[in-house]
């Protein structure tokens, strides 16, 4: 194909191009206007001034757990957050150790037919933190909601025997 017989193409193409995006940005609304334009909908600003309280309830689902939460505005107008959970933190560390292998010389007799004999020392939550994965909501009589923690396992070590045949 010609170079030449292309060129009219690619302005024609070009031309199309600009003018659907320059189209597309005149039509679009900026976050002001779309915000303006919902509370106009649900009412005007001062009927939203005039609610004393607004409560909203969620509930996350993360690796099977559900995390309630709720944020609360009051009378004066405070933001106060229902239950949150902090932030999670953990360290563990592990040694290993070969106390056999094929090329070992002084075996015992019961382990004459054994590939190798590994140990390992692990520690889990090496600095003990107590982590929260969730909440128990308990209510009283008086209607009051507790959020009772549930925590992960504290400080475990473990110490093992690996034994290949």
Not at 68 to 95: H, M
Not at 142 to 162: C, D, E, Q
Request: proline share 3%; charged share 20%; glycine share 4%.
């Amino acid at each position: 194909m010609d170079k030449n017989k292309c060129r009219p193409m690619k302005k024609v193409l070009s031309v199309i191009i600009i003018s659907v995006l320059s189209l597309s940005l005149t039509q679009a609304q900026s976050v002001d206007e779309i915000v303006s334009k919902y509370i106009t909908a649900i009412g005007g600003a001062a009927k939203q001034k005039a609610l004393k309280s607004r409560k909203m309830t969620m509930v996350l689902h993360q690796s099977g757990v559900q995390i309630p939460g709720s944020i609360i505005a009051d009378a004066e107008n405070r933001q106060k957050v229902g239950f949150t959970i902090p932030a999670y933190r953990r360290v563990d560390i592990g040694f290993s150790k070969v106390l056999l292998d094929a090329k070992s010389e002084n075996r015992p007799m019961w382990l004459r037919n054994t590939e190798s004999l590994w140990m390992s020392l692990e520690i889990f939550n090496l600095l003990q933190v107590n982590n929260t994965s969730s909440y128990i909501l308990v209510k009283d009589f008086a209607n009051t909601v507790y959020g009772v923690p549930n925590y992960l396992t504290g400080r475990r070590l473990n110490l093992r025997f690996i034994l290949k045949i």
